[in-house]
């Protein structure tokens, strides 16, 4: 076992606290990554406080992951010691059921492991449970390192593996691309990747927003055009004229005044 120095806390009114606890010796297929940055996702801050009702502690959180390979098991062949990489929200899967196999590990369905808080399967350790990034090292199976291109700072490249992803999925996937109306509603921490990802990939980008300070905000990212939510006129003005909207407002709230912005077809 490995001697790895973190960050935990202890119960869901502590606060992170140096702690000392074991990541396991590689297998032939793990990648040791000594951890350079990691991110702060809000879900961080829910797990740590206990707020969705599963957390174990002591709990070490972090799933926006970057670092450089230390060294690798004798079948990895994916990575070599030196190389940027990232690990995510995910650590390990069953790797044989039909979501597995196609390449859908979060759908495992036999359940897939967190890289904080999951049932550590593959043991090694004394710990039943994952530990995760606010930590100096961690040991991945390779299938779930990302290379992380040199020419991207690693400190900004961090969020790109939760709040990046979250964005980026759904843009793909539904093909986004120039000659689309795309609207983007609200500007926090997944709003303004969706906007940069918008942008890039040539859409006309359209934030839809409360404020004209977050607008103004949204357009030095790459916004064609800012719709405040709260003009009524505005908003009757653009109905049935967007390709796709992607809602990142974290809060319950009224969808019908948006869904009437897209095209019916």
């Known amino acids: 076992m490995m001697k790895t120095l973190g960050y935990a806390t202890h119960s869901p009114t502590g606060t992170l ?3 000392t606890f074991e990541r396991r010796e590689p297998r032939p ?17 829910h797990s740590a406080r206990n707020e969705w009702g599963w957390t174990q502690y002591p709990f070490v959180p ?16 994916r990575f070599k010691p030196g190389d940027l990489v990232g690990v995510g929200c995910l650590v ?5 059921c039909e979501a597995c196999e196609d390449g859908l590990e979060q759908y495992c369905d036999n359940g ?36 992380i291109p040199e020419n991207l700072d690693p400190a900004a490249a961090a969020p790109l593996l939760c709040a990046g992803i979250t964005t980026y999925s759904p843009l793909r996937h539904w093909k986004v691309g120039p000659s689309q109306k795309v609207g983007i509603i609200g500007l926090g921490g997944l ?16 934030m839809i927003t409360t404020s004209p ?5 949204a357009q030095k990212l790459g916004a064609d055009e800012v719709l405040l939510s709260t003009d009524e006129a505005a908003m009757q ?7 796709f909207l992607l809602n990142t407002i974290p809060v319950g709230h009224d969808i019908d005044p948006y869904m009437a912005l897209l095209k019916r077809d």
């Open 17 to 19: 606290k140096p702690f």
């Open 29 to 45: 297929e793990d990648v040791v990554i000594d951890i350079l940055y990691c991110g702060i996702c809000h879900s961080d801050i």
């Open 62 to 77: 972090g799933h926006e992951i970057v670092g450089r390979v230390r060294t690798v098991g004798g079948n990895v062949n």
């Open 92 to 96: 390990d899967s069953c790797r044989h």
């Open 112 to 147: 897939f492991t967190g890289t904080y808080g999951g049932e550590d399967k593959i043991g090694g350790t004394p710990h039943p449970f994952t530990f995760g990034g606010y930590s100096d090292q961690i040991t991945v199976d390779e299938r779930f390192v990302l290379r």
């Open 191 to 206: 709003g303004h990747m969706g906007v940069k990802f918008a942008h890039a990939m040539g859409a006309h980008v359209v």
């Open 213 to 217: 300070e977050k607008g103004a905000d």
């Open 237 to 243: 003005a653009a109905q049935n004229s967007f390709d």
